[in-house]
């Protein structure tokens, strides 16, 4: 079945520091990919998607590449900022299970001032 | 605006006692579905519905019900026979395009 495997956190970095959330995931066909957000205490929000092989998402600075071949879908950003404290979730989705998200354990990235 | 709204946002359960968890959404999306979220362990799919009077189990159903009697409703049950039932609860949808929205939680404390 499908499965999403993402770095372990916490992750703690200072301000402006570059930022990398590894994820690798296990399909049985070509799924879509996505990062996904949590503030404390609330829902999840879509940060960026990527559909097919060697597409970029990106948003708020944020980026991830859809890499087949090495099936990840690592999500990075130059410089962080203490407002980008959180929980991401790498995910995937594909028709061959009705579209169900499968999300990888999350990770808690604190960013210090 | 649209979106999806959960509540209440605290429930508090005491032992022996079924609970249930609304979910309502205004997007006109086909398929709605409910998490359970647990330190540590990311989200489990609960139950999952993809259109009106018909709904499947997820991964973790057990202890849980559910119905979809109407396009914009789909409530959660949280019923005596979950042993472990303390967790955050979230609902989403999605549309044509399969673009997932979350609700805000709701979090559940056995008491």
């Known amino acids: 079945g499908d499965s999403v495997t993402q770095m372990e956190g916490p992750v703690t970095l200072s301000e402006e520091a570059f930022l990398t959330i590894n994820c690798t995931y296990t399909?049985?066909?070509?799924?879509?990919l996505f990062w996904y957000v949590q503030y404390p205490g609330e829902g999840l929000q879509l940060l960026l998607k990527a559909t097919k092989a060697d597409d970029k998402g990106s948003n708020k600075g944020f980026e991830a590449t859809y890499r087949k071949e090495t099936t990840s879908f690592h999500l990075e950003k130059g410089s962080v900022q203490v407002s980008d404290s959180a929980v991401y979730f790498c995910?995937?989705?594909?028709?061959?299970?009705?579209?169900?998200?499968?999300f990888g354990k999350g990770t808690l990235l604190t960013v210090n001032p | 605006d649209g979106g999806i709204t959960q509540s209440p946002k605290y429930l508090f359960r005491k032992e022996g006692q079924n609970v249930t968890l609304s979910c309502e959404q205004n997007?006109?999306?086909?398929?709605m579905y409910w998490y359970r979220q647990d330190p540590g362990q990311g989200l489990r799919l609960i139950y999952y519905?993809?259109?009106?009077?018909?709904?499947q189990k997820g991964d973790i159903a057990e202890g849980y019900s559910v119905s979809r009697e109407k396009k914009e409703s789909f409530p959660l049950t949280v019923t005596s026979a979950q042993k472990n039932p303390t967790a955050f609860y979230l609902c989403?949808?999605?549309?044509?395009?399969?673009?997932?929205?979350f609700g805000s939680g709701t979090r559940l404390t056995v008491v």
């Open positions: 995910a995937l989705s594909e028709r061959s299970s009705n579209y169900k998200l499968t």
């Open positions: 997007l006109n999306h086909d398929a």
């Open positions: 989403a949808s999605t549309g044509s395009n399969y673009g997932y929205t």
């Open positions: 399909a049985t066909g070509y799924p879509s």
């Open positions: 519905s993809q259109i009106v009077n018909d709904f």
